[in-house]
């Protein structure tokens, strides 16, 4: 189980991946998502998923 503080600390980072990668719409289902987990390594398979998904352009 991950801090609270370092839960935050990596969601913000994994929207601003998302978000510099011109994704809001996915930056925001990546926080509505991570909202239930619980460890470092589910936000990180969580925000692969979500660069994986990405519609390419």
């Given amino acids: 189980m991950l801090p609270e503080s370092e839960r935050r600390e990596l ?3 994994g929207r601003a ?3 510099s990668l011109g ?3 996915l930056a ?4 509505r998502l991570a909202e239930t987990t619980t460890s470092r390594d589910e936000l990180a398979e969580l925000l692969l ?3 994986v998904s990405r519609r390419v352009r």
Wanted: charged letters at 30%; glycine letters at 6%.
């Fill in 11 to 13: 969601l913000r980072q």
């Fill in 17 to 19: 991946v998302l978000l």
């Fill in 23 to 25: 994704e809001g719409r």
């Fill in 28 to 31: 925001r289902e990546y926080s």
């Fill in 49 to 51: 998923t979500c660069i």
